[in-house]
C-alpha cells in the first residue's frame, strides 16, 4: 500500500495530461482496428510483449535474449501487416482535411433528389440496394470495387443496377460527388457480436464500411421495405420520404452527422464501448511506467536525532550524536517539498541498559514524507553510555559579596533543591550554591531572586529542581 501512494504522490498533472493524451491515440487506433484482422494480430503481438517482460522479470535470460532479437523482425511484420491501416489513419490525421473551406463533398444539386426517388421506388417493391456515398476518407483499402461505370447518378440508373435480373444489384453502389463510380463492390462485413439478428449481409456490409471510414451507406431492406442511413457505426431508419431527403442533406450538403444522439446523456459517453476505453487507460498506464516512469533525483541532508522513551532513572553520559547524515531518494515533487523539520530520525531508548549501548539506525527509524525514501544513513551505528540516575536533596548556601549589616541574617526560600544527575556525578558534587548577590541590593529590595549554581562546575546535572532561589535579608528591629 505504501508502494502505491509512493507512486501516486509522484505523479504530477502534466504525467496525467501525458497518460490521458496516450489513453486517447490509443482508443482512437484500436477502435479504428477492431474489427479487422489487423486487431486479432495486434492482440498477439501484446501477449508476446507481456510475454516477454514476464521472462525478463524472472530472470530467463534465453528466451529474454531471442526475444529482443525477435523484436527487430516484430517491427517489420507490423510494418507490412498494418499498412493499410497505416496508410488510412494518416489519411486521416492529414491537416488538409481541416482547411478552412475544404468540404468533404461536392454534392450535384440533383444528387440527392435522385436517390431519394430512387431509394422510394426500391423500398416500395421490396428491392433490396445498398448505396455508399464517398466523403473525406478514401475507401481503396476497404471496398473491393466490382465494375466500374463513372456514370451521372439518376434514379434511372441506380432502379437499373438493383433490378433483380440486373448482373450488377449483388453488391453496393459506390458514389462520390455526382458520379457513379462503381457498381457491385464488396463491402467487409461487421464483426460486432452484438449487433441485432434482425440485421442482414446489406446492414452488416454498411456497418463494417461505417467502422473504417467516414462514409454514408442507404439501405434499403429486401425483407420489409425499409430506408435506412448507416453513418459511424449508428443505424438510423426512416419512414416518410421527407425525413429521408433532410437526412441526405444535413449529411452530404451540411456535412452533418445524421445519427440520432442518445439521450442519455455523458453517462453514456462513458457506458459506451467501456472494455476498450479500460483498456486503452491500462495500456496507456503501463507504456508510460515503462518508457518513462516517475522520475527521481537523490540528495543528502542533514537529519536530527530525536532520542525517546529513556527509562526513568537513567542518564545519557558523555558525548553523543545528535544529528547524523543521510541520502534521499524521491519524486523530484517530493524531495523538492523537503523543509526544516519534514526529516527526522527517532531512536527508540526504552531497551536500553546501564552501561556502553550499541543502536543501529535504519530506515525505518527515519520519518520521512510520502514519496521520499531512504537511501543511505551515515553513520548508522550509535554508541551511547547510559548510567543510573539518582535524586540528591542539598542546601543552597548563598554567594554574597559585601558586608552585611550587624545583627541580620540571610533567609534562602527555598532551602534546599532536588538535584538529579548519575551517581558518578553527584559524588563529584560538593555544594549548591547561587549566582553571586550584592549586600547592597539585598538592602535596598530586602530580597533577591538568583539562579542556582553547582559547585565544581562542569558536572553533568540532568536536572536542578528549583533552578531559582530568594535571598532575603532580614534586619532585627531596633
Known amino acids: 500500500m505504501q508502494v502505491v501512494k509512493d507512486v501516486l504522490y509522484s505523479i504530477s498533472i502534466i504525467n496525467v495530461v ?4 496516450i489513453s486517447l491515440l490509443l482508443y482512437l487506433m484500436l477502435g479504428w482496428i477492431q474489427a479487422t484482422r489487423a486487431f486479432q494480430i495486434l492482440a498477439s503481438i501484446i501477449g508476446i510483449g507481456l510475454f516477454y517482460f514476464v521472462a525478463d522479470a524472472l530472470g530467463l535470460v534465453l528466451v529474454s535474449v531471442l526475444f529482443q532479437y525477435l523484436w527487430a523482425a516484430i517491427i517489420i511484420v507490423l510494418v507490412i501487416v498494418f499498412q493499410p491501416e497505416i496508410r488510412d489513419m494518416l ?3 492529414s491537416p488538409m482535411h481541416y482547411l478552412p473551406g475544404r468540404k468533404s463533398n461536392d454534392v450535384a444539386p440533383d444528387l440527392i433528389e435522385e436517390t431519394v426517388n430512387a431509394v422510394t421506388e426500391l423500398a416500395r417493391s421490396s428491392t433490396g440496394a445498398l448505396i455508399v456515398f464517398r466523403r473525406m476518407d478514401r475507401l481503396d483499402n476497404v471496398v473491393l470495387k466490382g465494375t466500374l461505370l463513372d456514370s451521372y447518378v439518376s434514379a434511372e440508373a441506380l432502379l437499373m443496377i438493383f433490378q433483380k435480373g440486373s448482373p450488377l444489384h449483388d453488391g453496393a453502389v459506390l458514389i462520390h460527388r455526382d458520379r457513379i463510380k462503381a457498381a457491385s463492390c464488396i463491402l467487409p462485413l461487421s464483426t460486432d457480436k452484438d449487433l441485432s439478428s434482425q440485421y442482414g449481409t446489406r446492414h452488416r456490409a454498411a456497418i463494417g464500411l461505417s467502422e473504417r471510414s467516414d462514409a454514408l451507406c442507404v ?8 430506408v435506412s442511413v448507416v453513418e459511424r457505426k449508428e443505424i438510423t431508419t426512416y419512414r416518410k420520404k421527407a425525413e429521408f431527403r433532410q437526412a441526405l442533406e444535413t449529411a452530404l450538403v451540411q456535412g452533418k452527422v445524421v445519427s440520432q444522439v442518445s439521450s442519455e446523456g455523458l453517462g453514456s459517453l462513458f457506458r459506451s464501448n467501456w472494455r476498450l476505453k479500460a483498456l486503452s487507460v491500462a495500456a496507456a498506464v503501463l507504456l508510460w511506467f515503462v518508457a518513462v516512469g516517475p ?7 542533514s537529519v536530527p536525532i530525536q532520542y525517546t522513551n529513556l ?3 537513567m542518564e545519557i553520559t558523555g558525548p553523543w550524536m545528535d544529528r547524523i547524515d543521510v541520502r534521499v531518494r524521491g519524486s523530484e515533487k517530493g524531495l523538492a517539498n523537503l523543509g526544516p523539520g519534514s526529516v527526522r530520525a527517532v531512536v527508540d531508548l526504552s531497551g536500553v541498559v546501564t552501561g556502553l549501548n550499541f543502536l543501529r539506525i535504519t530506515p525505518k527509524h527515519i520519518q520521512v514524507p510520502p514519496g521520499v525514501k531512504i537511501a543511505q544513513i551515515r553513520p548508522s551505528d550509535l554508541h551511547l553510555n547510559v548510567e543510573a540516575s539518582t535524586v540528591k536533596r542539598l542546601n543552597v548556601v548563598p554567594t554574597i559579596v559585601g558586608n552585611l549589616p550587624e545583627n541580620s541574617k540571610l533567609a534562602v526560600t527555598p532551602s534546599e533543591v532536588r538535584i538529579r544527575a548519575t551517581n558518578q556525578e553527584l559524588t563529584k558534587l560538593k555544594s549548591v550554591t547561587t549566582e553571586p548577590v550584592k549586600t547592597s541590593d539585598l538592602v535596598a529590595r530586602g530580597k533577591v531572586v538568583v539562579p542556582v549554581t553547582v559547585k565544581p562546575e562542569g558536572l553533568d546535572i540532568d536536572s536542578i529542581d528549583p533552578l531559582q532561589v530568594t535571598v532575603g535579608l532580614e534586619v532585627p528591629e531596633k
Request: proline residues 4%; charged residues 35%; without cysteine.
Open 295 to 301: 522520475k527521481s533525483s537523490e540528495g543528502g541532508i
Open 219 to 226: 439501405v434499403v431492406s429486401e425483407e420489409r421495405g425499409d
Open 311 to 313: 527509562p526513568a532513572g
Open 91 to 93: 489519411d486521416k490525421a
Open 18 to 21: 501525458d497518460i490521458g493524451i
